[in-house]
């Protein structure tokens, strides 16, 4: 394996990294800030719920956008490679 192939690969791994943590330590987050707001209302789980609810649906929905993105940029490499760019 040559130096630019382990680049790439280090960086699809860092990326792939950052995109577990923040699918993980967002939603904890707003989930603890939801906690807090709960513990001071008294309505245990419902803004814990809905902020963390919300937070995973709005990462996951950034994650996917990304990986299509990423997927459609590849699918324009390869046809500009292969001289069939419909552009």
């Known amino acids: 394996m040559d130096e630019r ?3 790439e690969m280090r960086k699809g791994a ?9 699918l ?6 707003f989930g603890l800030l939801g906690w807090l ?10 803004f814990t719920l809905v902020l963390a ?7 996951t929905q950034k ?3 990304s990986y299509r993105r990423s997927l459609d940029e590849a699918l324009q490499q390869r046809r500009a490679a292969y001289g069939r760019d419909p552009a």
């Open 14 to 22: 860092g990326d792939a990294f950052a995109a577990a943590f923040e």
């Open 37 to 46: 707001v709960d513990s001071r209302l008294g309505l245990f789980p419902v």
């Open 24 to 29: 993980i330590a967002t939603p904890a987050l």
């Open 63 to 65: 994650l996917c956008a």
């Open 5 to 7: 192939e382990q680049r």
């Open 53 to 59: 609810g919300v937070v995973l649906a709005y990462e």
